[in-house]
Structures are given as structure tokens and as C-alpha cells.
């Protein structure tokens, strides 16, 4: 089942996400709907806060690459324990539309996280995959990419932001 994807400004996008500590079928459906909400929406990630669920948990699926096939990647109480170097990245967010802009982020950084039955999972990550784990990761804290930017290019993307939301 698709679910509606909350947009900028929305205050729920702010919220500080909870652990989860229920690994059982109302998780399994969540995360299967979050997937189905990715696909169709072309994201490459989507937290469970973006679709009004504040807690720890994301899908990631970085394989856009017209015909590849798909890699479905699901982080529930993600915990980097490890950064370093740095990629910068255009981004944009599913919460949002029509804003991108670059990003720098660390290249390369491990995650601790539990798999949807609870089972601890850990991950080295570098590229595009490192990206999309660290813009998924932040909205678990209430924290969008625009706010990654330097205050001068925030307050231009702000304006853009509120120009995109009018139409
Ligand atoms: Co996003």
C-alpha cells in the first residue's frame, strides 16, 4: 500500500524519531509500504518520519540505473559508529520536491543498525550508498539536507523551497 509522503514544511518532518522495539508484522508492513512508496515515487530512500511514522527506520535502494535490478536495503535503529573523507552529492528529498542541491557528506562510514526481525547488522558504505544512509539517517533526527547547506545557500533554498510549495 502507497503512503502519503509528508512535504516541507510540514512540523512532523522536525520531529525527533524513537527506537523501535517491536520487530513484529506492524513493522514488516510498514517498511513493505515504505518500499512500495519509494519505488513508485523513483526515490532512492525514504524514512518512516517522511510518512508520518516517527520512528528509527529507513529503506534505501540505490540502484538507479534503468533495468538494474533491485536492492532493497532496510536500517531500523541505524547508528553510525564510524566517517571519514568526504563526497559532496546532489541531492534532493522525496519531502522536497523539486529543490537539489549539493551536499557534502563524509565518503565512507560504517552503520550499526537491526534488520527487520531485530537481528544486528552492521555495514561499510562509500559513494551514493553512503549518501543515501546519511540523508536518511538525519531525518530520523528531524533534520533535512537544506539544512546541511552554508546559511547563505540555505536562505536561497529556502526561497526556493517556498517558491516550489506555492505552485
Ligand atoms: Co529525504
Redesign the pocket.
Given at each position: 500500500m502507497q503512503l502519503e509522503i509528508l512535504k516541507y514544511p510540514d512540523p512532523r518532518l522536525k520531529e525527533i524519531s524513537k527506537p523501535v522495539e517491536e520487530f513484529g508484522p506492524k513493522l514488516h508492513k510498514l517498511l513493505d509500504d515504505m518500499a512500495e512508496t519509494m519505488y513508485a515515487a523513483n526515490g532512492v530512500?525514504l524514512?518512516a518520519p517522511?510518512v508520518a511514522e516517527t520512528i528509527r527506520a529507513f529503506v534505501v535502494d540505490v540502484e538507479i540505473e534503468e533495468g538494474a535490478p533491485r536492492k532493497l536495503m532496510e536500517l531500523v535503529n541505524p547508528r553510525f559508529t564510524q566517517g571519514e573523507g568526504k563526497i559532496v552529492y546532489e541531492e534532493g528529498?522525496?519531502?522536497?520536491p523539486g529543490v537539489t542541491e549539493e551536499v557534502t557528506r563524509k565518503g565512507k562510514v560504517k552503520v550499526e543498525y537491526q534488520d527487520r526481525f531485530g537481528v544486528k547488522q552492521e555495514l561499510i558504505a562509500e559513494g551514493l550508498l553512503a549518501v543515501a544512509l546519511q540523508?536518511?539517517n538525519d531525518?530520523l533526527d528531524g533534520i533535512?539536507?537544506v539544512e546541511r547547506l552554508s546559511p547563505i545557500r540555505r536562505r536561497l533554498t529556502r526561497k526556493k523551497m517556498e517558491k516550489a510549495m506555492a505552485l
Open positions: 530512500g524514512a517522511q528529498c522525496l519531502s522536497v540523508h536518511e531525518h533535512l539536507f
